[in-house]
């Protein structure tokens, strides 16, 4: 039985589930799997010194069976000196209010409480009892149920969640080998009599499905593992590849995500699905509203370059759009128009940051005698004004219906409205892009726009007021 041990210290090793300081609170049922694992860590908690708590939850469905489980896991936990946090919940009740399914209520409770017995203990991890059996079968209800690659991963070693991490560091043994293991130790645990309800869906799998399965192929659940394991590392790779599209492509806001059309038309198909996923899971809590139809639906919206205004249902209350080149996943509830805004500025203010749009105006005075001028602005997203020449004080606003412009280099007027369709500008820049206007009102200059002919800087300008549209360290990070 060291054996077993030592299987667990290793790969305990190899995947970093733990490290010496670390505090754990350990999920125990008082089933074979949990009990196994608790003694697995007691034993060998002083070499690898992390020092263990338990956490039991009575979800309320077996009111005998459950009594008998607390009272022998709190009896073996004073035995072995770990301390135990107890939860008494009512789930029937909690089910006939939410209307979940029993199954679904009892996990999203009991995690809840892990999670509560972890921040109290100030712990570090939440070990769970899943061992080979659960990944086998849990890999065999996705592939019954429909799923992608990712999902043929099964269950992972570890993952984060609420701060904490969370670990299975017993997914590579079988349950045949725990309850082996409690015999040899003669350690105490239960048999819960609702695993052998045939209304579960798992429970139809383990004890109807897999023998089934297994009288074709009797070393199906090691397939299954295999399976498991080769699907995790591939997965692991494309999310690292396509996290890192996402950092350097997409725009992320509280509650909108934003990206070149043809920057995710230039992705392999199997990125484009694997991004859309990702901004969306961003975007959308309930992961279930995320579907593989929603994600193609959005693909082709994006390859046939929907018109301007087109929109979609993407799932999870986010409205999907192409918009001018610009793809635009924004959440229903903030699809109204950005509130305007207006910010004085003048001369000597150094800089002014737009909160609406992330962006700073930056400012300063160049002397044409002292200092002699460079060719002029480096880009449109810069403007020189003869300072003398400027209405103060300046104003930086969004649009308003009916704004019109003097453009540089053109008679007339022409409307700031048209001007952004032709320049193909996406609505959500539209909405917040700041336009800058002298004391009577007159717009000087739109950054990375276009500019007025009023208040030219030229060779006989004397103090010239140099204006620079910056991004901010929080928009270059978006």
Request: net charge negative.
């Amino acid at each position: 039985m060291m054996e077993l041990a030592d299987r667990v210290r290793s790969e305990a090793r190899e995947e970093g589930l733990w490290k010496a300081g670390d505090t754990i609170i350990v999920a125990l049922s008082g089933g074979p799997d949990s009990t196994a694992l608790l003694h697995l860590l007691w034993m060998m908690a002083r070499e690898e010194g992390i020092t263990l708590e338990a956490a039991h939850v009575n979800h309320g469905f077996r009111a005998e069976e459950s009594a008998q489980e607390r009272q022998m896991v709190e009896a073996w936990c004073a035995e072995l000196g770990i301390p135990l946090h107890v939860a008494e919940l009512n789930l029937p009740q909690y089910i006939a209010r939410t209307g979940m399914n029993a199954q679904a209520a009892a996990r999203e409770q009991r995690y809840a409480y892990l999670h509560e017995a972890a921040a109290a203990s100030l712990a570090q991890r939440i070990a769970l009892g899943h061992h080979a059996d659960d990944q086998a079968e849990t890999v065999l209800m996705r592939v019954i149920r429909g799923t992608g690659p990712g999902g043929l991963a099964g269950m992972p070693v570890k993952r984060k969640e609420n701060n904490v991490e969370l670990i299975r560091p017993l997914l590579r043994i079988t349950k045949a080998e725990l309850i082996a293991y409690c015999n040899h130790y003669q350690l105490p645990y239960c048999i819960d009599s609702s695993n052998e309800k045939r209304h579960y869906f798992r429970n139809q799998i383990r004890l109807e499905v897999l023998p089934y399965l297994e009288q074709i192929n009797p070393r199906l659940s090691g397939s299954l593992l295999r399976l498991a394991d080769m699907a995790r590392e591939d997965d692991n790779y494309m999310e690292h590849q396509t996290a890192a599209i996402m950092a350097e492509k997409v725009k992320l806001e509280p509650h909108a995500a934003m990206m070149d059309r043809q920057s995710l038309l230039e992705l392999h198909v199997a990125l484009q699905r694997r991004l859309i996923k990702l901004i969306l899971n961003y975007l959308v809590k309930e992961n279930d509203a995320i579907s593989y139809d929603r994600i193609e639906a959005i693909r082709e919206a994006a390859a046939q370059g929907a018109a301007a205004g087109g929109n979609l249902d993407a799932g999870g209350g986010v409205r999907f759009a192409v918009d001018y080149g610009v793809l635009i996943w924004r959440k229903d509830s903030h699809q109204e128009p950005s509130a305007p805004y207006a910010y004085p500025l003048s001369a000597d203010a150094g800089s002014l940051l737009i909160a609406q749009t992330g962006e700073r105006l930056a400012l300063d005075v160049l002397h044409q005698a002292e200092q002699g001028l460079p060719g002029g602005p480096a880009s449109r997203a810069e403007a020189w004004f003869d300072l003398e020449a400027v209405a103060f004080p300046l104003v930086v606003r969004s649009r308003r219906p009916g704004d019109r412009m003097e453009v540089l280099g053109l008679n007339g007027t022409k409307k700031v409205q048209d001007m952004f369709v032709d320049a193909k500008w996406p609505r959500y820049k539209r909405e917040t892009a700041p336009i800058l206007c002298d004391a009577n009102g007159i717009i000087l200059w739109i950054p990375d726009l276009r500019r007025s002919p009023h208040a030219l800087a030229g060779r006989q300008t004397s103090k010239v007021l140099r204006i620079r549209l910056e991004k901010t360290p929080m928009e270059q990070d978006r």
